[in-house]
């Protein structure tokens, strides 16, 4: 299994508390972190403007220029976003960014990509908020045009949502034009989101990844779904990589498990979130699957990975402030799961 760590960028107050002037300093190092564990096959970022479960004055940082900078902090690691809305930069553009960051990572770019959902930065934004079938229109239309852009080096495309004519991207990215990354399709790409009719038809079309709901019972019904579309399609199943993303809330017992969370909760009303709002949060967390012990942990994805979810993207919220909770995964989860620890243990016996 491959694992994934996102970075806090403040989108949900994870960095609330913390002096801007140091932000940099916390998520450049985070991400030094990463890099230098060969566990840790990606790091990932958000692509939001205002806070969340509310809006809020509190940080938020640009995803795509975290890209940039992440992509110079570090050597090794891979970097994705979880997801870029396709509305909120011309797609043409997009993949230009892409590119160059692409060139500058020396080819360790993932391209995640969605609808967009959270209403409030999109009206905030002057974006609007189409229905979601324009979301979605929008969305393969986009797909479409970065996937030209990268393997042809240039798009045209008169579509519903965007009208592209001859739109240069040059140089094209380092993945897909030489024998590094995947086969020729430049950047790869993450379709994000589960919808059943649309989505995850475009992720059949055009997806090397997906990335949907990581509980069992929904993941394994997904799966199925998209199964279906790429048979639809003539589609291998097997050439998706299926990921998911989870929140994770660890400790040696119960106790400290429920302290982690109590933990939580006190943060978020501490800057602002009501109290009802922080309640319903911290119940999300408490029912998710990666919540207990790193014995109970390993089980749960051992489990998953059965069913056919290969890469787990990690979010643990506490990080910029208590790295112990990461510690105890890379201890005692990640040596359990990956390909890597298993390689090594052969050859030392």
């Known amino acids: 299994m491959k694992f994934g760590l996102f970075i806090p960028q403040g989108w949900r107050f994870d960095l609330a508390g913390i002096d801007p002037a140091q932000h940099w300093g ?178 059949a079309e055009y997806a090397d990844y997906t990335n949907f709901d990581g509980t069992p019972e929904v993941f394994a019904h997904k799966s199925a779904v998209l199964r279906g579309h790429c048979e639809d399609i003539g589609r291998d199943f097997s050439t998706i990589t299926r990921s998911a993303d989870y929140n994770v809330i660890i400790g040696g017992d119960e106790r400290e498990v429920q302290d982690r969370l109590a933990g939580i909760r006190e943060h978020f009303v501490n800057f602002g979130v009501p109290e009802r709002v922080a309640d319903a949060q911290v119940e999300g967390l408490r029912r998710g699957p990666l919540v207990g012990t790193p014995e109970q942990i390993v089980e749960t994805l051992r489990a998953l990975q059965r069913d056919g979810m290969t890469y787990a993207i990690t979010y643990f919220p506490e990080v910029a402030f208590d790295t112990s909770g990461l510690e105890a995964f890379e201890q005692s989860v990640l040596p359990e799961l990956t390909e890597h620890h298993h390689h090594r243990r052969g050859w030392l016996g």
């Not at 110079?72 to 590119?99: D, E, F, H, I, S």
């Not at 380092?174 to 020729?184: K, V």
Request: with cysteine; charged share 20%; proline share 4%.
């Open 26 to 203: 916390v998520m450049a190092g985070l991400a030094r972190r990463a890099d230098e564990n060969e566990a840790w096959t990606s790091i990932w970022v958000y692509d939001h403007f205002h806070t969340y479960p509310v809006p809020s004055d509190e940080a938020t940082h640009e995803a795509w220029t975290l890209m940039a900078a992440l992509a110079a902090a570090t050597g090794r690691v891979r970097l994705g976003q979880m997801c870029t809305c396709v509305a909120y930069r011309n797609p043409a553009y997009l993949a230009k960014v892409a590119a160059t960051v692409d060139i500058v990572s020396e080819g360790r770019v993932e391209m995640g990509i969605g609808a967009g959902w959270y209403e409030d930065e999109w009206r905030a934004y002057g974006y609007g908020f189409p229905s979601a079938g324009n979301r979605l229109g929008a969305l393969r239309e986009g797909v479409d045009i970065m996937r030209q852009m990268w393997t042809q080096g240039q798009a045209t495309l008169d579509g519903k949502h965007y009208q592209v004519d001859g739109a240069i991207c040059a140089p094209r990215p380092l993945q897909g034009t030489s024998l590094e990354g995947s086969a020729d399709n430049g950047i790869p790409v993450w379709v994000a989101g589960g919808g059943e009719r649309k989505t995850l038809r475009i992720a």
